[in-house]
């Protein structure tokens, strides 16, 4: 085998394969949020949580498919350019219209590309713990808290339930808990700066508006948690 055969067959399973894995279950998540906006016309807001979650998963398909930290930069700042552009041009209406103004996707790119860039080449479990935590959390959060929600408390405008609050908290412990125990092992600082990372995501997550909270939440969830792990460990 020559040099270029070696380089071209190196870079396919490095580079083109992986992406192109990751390009399929973007589409494939696209077509499933038209499939229940046209399904679902009465309920918008479960479309939108169902491709927050997926695509917030992308981050765990990279992370299995050891994706360099580049493309994740890159293709944060092209999903960051989309989503600009998507409040001028309605590019996907399924996934933007909920009904009131939110810069959460823009947020949410932007997030991704931050983490990735402190974290992914050393640390990537704390880029997949600030992602995960915003796409579970607030999904979860969102989804029980409309359907479920009985109590209610208002944070300034902002009206939330404590059902929903409830959600968040436990998804965002769960989730933390088990990517920290899948790489720091299960003692008590794992659980422990779980807890931790999931009550300030949860207040976070309750004062959110205009989607900030996808920026506020997987970029405090990441660093707190490197923070507390290189303290107590």
């Known amino acids: 085998m020559s040099s270029l055969e070696f ?23 696209v077509i499933l949020a038209e499939a229940l906006s046209r399904f679902l016309t009465d309920d918008p807001e479960l479309t939108r949580k169902v491709v927050h979650i997926g695509s917030g998963n992308v981050i765990l398909l990279a992370w299995w498919l050891d994706i360099s930290q580049g493309v994740i930069v890159s293709a944060a700042i092209v999903a960051a350019a989309i989503a600009l552009i998507s409040y001028i041009i309605p590019i996907l209406p399924s996934i933007e219209s909920v009904g009131r103004k939110s810069f959460g996707t823009l947020f949410y790119a932007i997030s991704m590309g931050v983490l990735a860039a402190c974290f992914w080449q050393t ?26 929600g009985r109590h209610i408390y208002r944070v300034g405008q902002i009206t939330k339930s404590w059902e929903g609050s409830l959600a968040m908290a436990v998804t ?4 933390t808990g088990l990517i920290l125990l899948l790489v720091q092992g299960n003692n008590w600082q794992t659980w422990t700066i779980s807890l931790v990372v999931a009550v300030v995501a949860t207040m976070l997550e309750a004062f959110s508006k205009l989607g900030i909270d996808n920026l506020t939440v997987p970029l405090t969830s990441g660093f707190l948690c490197f923070l507390l792990f290189e303290y107590y460990y």
Not at 7 to 28: C, E, I, K, R, W
Not at 172 to 175: C, F, L, T
């Open 172 to 175: 965002a412990w769960i989730v």
């Open 7 to 29: 380089t071209f067959q190196n870079a396919l399973a490095n580079f083109v394969y992986p992406l192109g894995a990751v390009f399929v279950y973007l589409a494939l998540l």
């Open 123 to 148: 640390n990537p479990q704390y880029a997949v713990i600030g992602i995960l935590v915003m796409a579970w959390g607030d999904g979860m959060a969102a989804i029980i808290g409309q359907r479920f």
